[in-house]
């Protein structure tokens, strides 16, 4: 299936995983260097509103939850790269930074909690 490398290791005793998956991240560490800052594009404001207009509208139609519409409020913010007023290219960090103070915001929210927690025992989604 052109899943694994030639080089990948298959451990077949699952007592001997752990180990085997620590030093293989040791030796990996040994060479590692970290990327050089990327660029990527940010949509802007224009293209949050066109994503929040058809956000309301999955509400409207009986699509969407209001928690839903939250979660998809937030995210259509940190795609389109927050609060910049025209498309263009940012740092990558803008994007980490959106993501990270978006799931801080919605963690607090206990119909996020109840959906996290349900989604853990039943593996399966929580519509609230």
Known sequence: MGIL???DRIVLNRDHL???AKREALHMAGNY???TERRVYAA???A???LLIGIEGF???GYASEHDALIARKLAYVLTGGAISEPGWV???VFLDLERAA???LVQTPKTLERMAYTLQTNKPLRN
């Open 5 to 7: 490398g030639a080089n």
């Open 18 to 20: 752990l180990g085997e």
């Open 33 to 35: 260097s970290a990327p």
């Open 44 to 46: 802007g404001r224009d």
């Open 48 to 50: 949050y509103s066109a």
């Open 59 to 61: 509400v409207e139609g």
């Open 91 to 93: 740092d990558e960090q």
């Open 103 to 105: 799931f801080l915001e």
